[in-house]
């Protein structure tokens, strides 16, 4: 992938704290994730918008229901996760 050497300005100790967390990876690969990160929140905050001129906005009722179906979601995850660490442990 072809990159491209920029200047940007960081207040100092946000660059402290982010040099920190970013040691063995590099800065520059710590900041190409956040801004891929970013651009990614934006494009689904654009997403977001769009859906909402189209469809009106979500109601409590529509939210509600959302909410519950992510937590069956993290239960589901959580049971899985621990099922495969129990077989892992079986099988040794």
């Known amino acids: 992938m072809a990159t ?6 960081i207040p100092e100790d946000l660059l402290d704290e982010i040099r ?3 040691a063995e990876r590099g800065l520059s690969a710590y900041v190409t994730e956040a801004l891929r990160l970013k ?5 689904l905050l654009e997403l977001v918008d769009w859906l909402q ?5 979500v109601t409590g009722d529509e939210r509600a229901a959302a909410l519950k179906e992510l937590d069956e ?3 589901e995850h ?3 996760r621990t099922a495969g660490k ?3 442990g079986e099988a040794a």
């Open 73 to 75: 979601l993290d239960v």
């Open 53 to 57: 001129e189209e469809h009106g906005p």
């Open 4 to 9: 491209k050497k920029v200047t940007v300005t």
């Open 20 to 22: 920190m967390d970013a």
């Open 78 to 80: 959580e049971r899985r």
């Open 39 to 43: 651009r990614d929140r934006d494009r």
């Open 86 to 88: 129990h077989n892992a």
